[in-house]
């Protein structure tokens, strides 16, 4: 399904867009990353068995985030805390990283997510999507590249081939404790988790 979803998205031919400008994430949205949006719980469900027979004590918090309940959203601006998970795909079962620095900000006229440490960044518009939950359209680079624009094409890695766009769904799963899930990432998983904690 990955690799439909690649091809769909490489042959969208989208130029540059700027989220914040956007009235919801309907209007920006590639076809390929709302059809990942729509797989959220065939991917998580297919990642969890990749992942089973990881080490018990990293199942025990994916479990734990996937299953917690939303909340209203609220204010999310600020520094956070944050950590990337990765759940099953052929780079490994279970990969849990350490805590980096993110950062929620308003600019543009909307939300902006931005990963300001480790290896592995990402950086995007936040959209609202009902009370509970915010849909991120991101990028996702590595250190030492310019971040890039959603829907814009890069050459991230080296590769034009690789797909840089980044679509999540954020949730508040407690008072100061955020949920981003990333259903069929480009590259490595079958699903991501970026858990954000004040």
């Known amino acids: 399904m990955r690799r439909i979803l690649f091809s769909a998205a490489l042959m969208l031919g989208l130029g540059a867009l700027t989220p914040a400008f956007a009235s919801d994430w309907q209007s920006v949205i590639a076809p390929a990353d709302a059809a990942r949006l729509q797989a959220l719980d065939e991917a998580w469900a297919k990642a969890r068995s990749e992942a089973e027979g990881s080490d018990a004590s990293d199942l ?84 030492g590249e310019q971040p890039g624009v959603y829907a814009q094409g890069g050459e991230h890695l080296g590769s034009e081939a690789v797909q840089t766009n980044h679509p999540g769904r954020l949730s508040r799963i407690g008072a100061q404790h955020l949920r981003i899930e990333f259903p069929y990432p480009a590259l490595e998983s079958t699903f991501d988790f970026l858990e954000l904690k004040r």
């Open 60 to 143: 025990k918090i994916v479990d734990a985030l996937h299953a917690a309940g939303s909340q209203a959203i609220g204010d999310v601006t600020g520094t956070w805390q944050c950590r990337t998970i990765k759940v099953g795909g052929g780079f490994a079962p279970l990969v849990r990283y350490g805590w980096f620095k993110c950062r929620i900000s308003r600019k543009g006229g909307g939300l902006f997510l931005e990963k300001l440490t480790g290896s592995q960044r990402t950086s995007g518009y936040l959209f609202e999507d009902g009370a509970s939950a915010h849909v991120y359209l991101g990028s996702w680079y590595v250190q």
